[in-house]
């Protein structure tokens, strides 16, 4: 045990205090009592705690007085504090005894792990979630942020200025969406942003992602996706008819020509060299995701966002008070990863079922599901919609209801192979809201950029200034 302690470091930095009360709050900053290993040290740091909090003075008197109060006072470790050599620059011992810290933390730890295995003989699974998330706590009380000073700050910024310049005039600064449109939005995910992506069933809200992910390897970068819904063969089998331009009936039933097998061929070949990683166990808790990302990430630096798939069927830890206290754990976590590991990370969301009683079927950001923490922590959320497919169920729902009263109906409808779709900016941190025209071709669940020229307004959904929960909205005339 003694390389996991030391009691003349613990003295020098409580003396140093003792002598030169005013650096107690830059100290108090990094360490907690229970840093310390010694149990009166632990006290005396406690006892300079409630003096600070009472400004009073931290000196020998007061603190022999608080420690009497609360009957923790000991004369003879006392005189050995104040007998210990002061000390000027305590950064380094402070970050010693934190340090020291961390490692008797992970030793109990791993008692803790087996009386858990052992002696309450807890499930694997649950073993493991508590573990990682003991982890995650030591982890982050031994990670100590200080503030950036100016001279760091605009280094940083130059050389990104300096980046941008080096790429023309691109408007990409972040990561690539695999969308022109959209890119001409945001300019490209930022790379530690909150993407959510939120639809309606039916309005293809995972085969977007999926495209993004299918350009992003085939430009080389590396994507994770935890398929919380969806075997990695299904995502796989999508992605490869976008890329082929094979009709994914024809792929699930191998009903293919003699070419269209060459084809399969080739792009199986090539997407077993890409970097796609796919998590489709079923299940993922936010330290679950965490845990799993942060090891990817390491191995393969390359990897440039995540995609969860979707985010409503991800569990809380336990111990939260309802439904929507877990997904703000869950939002919030997710946001903090996103920002640690420096990559996007876009998560799908369900949309209320009470949109679809609006004759404007349109989604607006109070159709998110338990949406207060969801919308507050998102740097872009985006909405997908197609009309055709409310027209086309409006129309089966007119069919079945003139056969019920036995009368004939003639649908006007039809079904198009390209169903135009808005991917609507419902909210952007750092960039406008508004609407990008996509096209979607269904035989190969593919969006792709709409003819720019197509387009002949933008609408703009702007907090406050339409009501999108009624009927129609009225435009300027083009």
Not at 130 to 157: A, G, H, N
Request: charged content about 30%; cysteine-free.
């Amino acid at each position: 045990m003694e390389n996991l302690y030391n009691l003349n470091i613990e003295r020098a930095v409580l003396s140093a205090i003792i002598f030169d009360p005013e650096i107690f709050e830059e100290i108090a900053a990094r360490l907690k009592p229970e840093d310390f290993y010694l149990p009166f040290h632990q006290h005396l740091f406690r006892a300079m705690e409630q003096l600070s909090l009472a400004e009073k003075p931290i000196d020998e008197e007061f603190l022999r007085k608080e420690l009497e109060r609360v009957g923790k006072f000991d004369e003879a470790e006392m005189v050995e504090v104040l007998s210990a050599n002061p000390i000027t620059d305590t950064k380094a011992y402070v970050e010693e005894i934190k340090a020291l810290a961390t490692k008797r933390s992970l030793v109990t730890l791993a008692t803790e792990i087996k009386k858990l295995t052992v002696e309450e003989n807890l499930e694997a699974t649950e073993v493991m979630d508590r573990v990682e998330q003991k982890l995650y706590e030591i982890t982050q009380e031994s990670v100590s942020e200080d503030f950036r000073p100016s001279d760091e700050i605009t280094l940083s910024m130059m050389q990104e200025i300096e980046r941008l310049k080096a790429m023309g005039n691109s408007k990409l600064i972040g990561v690539d969406t695999g969308f022109r449109n959209l890119n001409d939005k945001t300019s490209g995910f930022g790379k530690g942003d909150l993407v959510i992506v939120a639809a309606r069933p039916a309005m293809g809200k995972t085969a977007l992602v999926l495209n993004m992910a299918l350009r992003a390897v085939e430009r080389g970068e590396g994507v994770a996706f935890f398929s919380l819904e969806m075997p990695a063969e299904q995502l796989m089998l999508r992605m490869l008819s976008a890329k082929t331009s094979i009709p994914l009936q024809s792929l699930r039933v191998g009903d293919l020509t003699d070419d269209q097998w060459s084809q399969l061929a080739t792009a199986v070949e090539d997407m077993s060299r890409r970097k796609l990683f796919v998590d489709d166990g079923g299940y993922a808790t936010i330290h679950h995701v965490r845990s799993k990302l942060r090891k990817l990430k390491a191995q393969h630096p390359e990897i440039s966002m995540a995609i969860i798939d979707y985010l409503q069927l991800m569990s809380g830890e336990g111990g939260r008070e309802g439904r929507q206290q877990e997904i703000s754990e869950i939002s919030r976590g997710l946001k903090q990863l996103a920002r640690e590991l420096q990559m996007p990370i876009i998560a799908l969301s369900q949309l209320n079922r009470s949109l679809e009683s609006r004759e404007n079927k349109r989604p607006m950001l109070s159709d998110l599901r338990e949406s207060g923490a969801i919308e507050q922590d998102a740097d872009i959320i985006l909405f997908v919609y197609r009309d055709d497919v409310y027209r086309e169920a409006k129309e089966k729902e007119k069919e079945m209801k003139a056969k019920a009263e036995g009368k004939e109906y003639k649908s006007t409808f039809r079904s198009k192979m390209e169903e135009e779709t808005e991917l609507i900016i419902g909210k952007q941190r750092n960039g406008p809201t508004g609407t990008v025209d996509l096209i979607f071709q269904k035989r190969f669940t593919r969006f792709v950029d709409a003819d720019k020229g197509s387009s002949g307004f933008e609408v703009v959904f702007e907090e406050g200034n339409i009501d999108m929960r009624e009927g129609t909205i009225e435009l300027p005339p083009i």
